[in-house]
């Protein structure tokens, strides 16, 4: 079972600017963290604008994306759907497309209460064989994956390989890491508000599932490793703090609005955003190009 660990970048969707899938794109950010460093991709998360997609969208980036990147970076898939038949036809037909794993996150809107919910992760989780990480986001779906649901899963779910949370609650990933130990990788966001990355190494997590990659890949690779030394430890905080301001700035709106700016910028595909998500423009777009520029990323990364 692949366990992600490290820098797991979850990478934007890109697009033609007749809104189609540039899948020439796809390609090249593929090669691009293959490069330089990046662990394991998230296709289809929030990064992904993944609810702007269709469901024919969605089965043909699997099957196109899990196809060239094989043999060259683990790839795992949002694959969560409103209801629970809909996330498992889904998740089954990725496992058949040979994808590496998938990512569930709590049903949006529905505001079920925790057994339900763990009804619904357990029913798709054994759906198939594929690891299986969940993305806790109460911010964009209201419900907290509880650890104690975390914890049943893992109890039950023998392909239930990670734990992803994106929640300013530092006791959620104590409580999480002490009753699962070395059973499920926990790695975090790199959401600056939150600033959980650096207390999860503390506390013997595996990495950061994080957006700041799309842009300095390298970087992000030795801040998310797990810490094995206090020299580690030193070198991950020094690079967290140093790159504190250009995180900031990839989190002045909702992803992907400034990534694919980013992206662009660099000369990398990200391409324009589907309606109703706004480019990025005016003096926020010259603001980014500038910190992009002082940070030295536009001279390493530009193509």
């Known amino acids: 079972m692949i366990k992600p660990k490290g820098s797991w970048v979850a990478i934007p969707t890109p697009f033609n600017n007749n809104g189609s899938i540039d899948w020439i794109g796809f390609e090249t950010l593929i090669d691009f963290h ?3 460093k990046t662990s394991m991709l998230l296709v289809m998360g929030s990064a992904g604008e993944v609810t702007l997609l269709t469901a024919e969208e969605r089965r043909d980036i699997v099957s ?33 497309e040979g994808a590496d794993g ?3 996150t709590a049903p949006p809107y529905l505001l079920i209460p925790q057994t339900a919910l763990l009804t619904h992760l357990r029913s798709c989780m054994l759906s198939v064989s594929i690891p299986i990480a969940v993305y806790n986001n109460p911010s964009r779906v209201v419900i907290n994956i509880d650890p104690a649901t975390i914890v049943a899963l893992a109890q039950e779910c023998p392909n239930f390989v990670a734990d992803k949370e994106a929640v300013g609650n530092v006791s959620q990933l104590v409580d999480v890491k002490r009753e699962m ?3 499920l ?25 994080n957006i700041g990659g799309n842009l300095i890949p390298e970087e992000m690779a030795r801040i998310a490793e797990p ?25 002045w ?25 706004p480019s990025l423009e005016g003096d926020a777009l010259d603001e980014l190009k500038k910190i992009l520029d002082s940070f030295g990323v536009t001279a390493k990364y530009k193509s």
Not at 185 to 209: N, Q, R, T, V
């Open 181 to 183: 130990g070395e059973r």
């Open 64 to 96: 196109k994306v899990s196809a060239y990147a094989k043999g060259k970076i683990p790839v795992f898939f949002g694959a969560s759907f409103p209801t629970t038949e809909e996330t498992i036809k889904f998740s089954k037909f990725a496992e058949a």
């Open 185 to 209: 990788s926990i790695l975090c966001c790199d959401y600056p508000k939150y600033s959980i990355l650096l207390p999860l190494l503390s506390l013997g997590g595996d990495g950061a599932a």
């Open 102 to 104: 998938l990512v569930f």
């Open 34 to 36: 293959y490069h330089h």
């Open 253 to 277: 709106f909702s992803n992907p609005i400034v990534i694919k700016a980013g992206l662009d910028y660099l000369g990398l595909p990200g391409g324009p955003l589907r309606k109703p998500n």
């Open 227 to 251: 810490w094995r030394s206090f020299d580690q430890m030193e070198q991950s905080r020094n690079d967290y703090f140093h790159y504190f301001p250009l995180l900031k700035a990839l989190y």
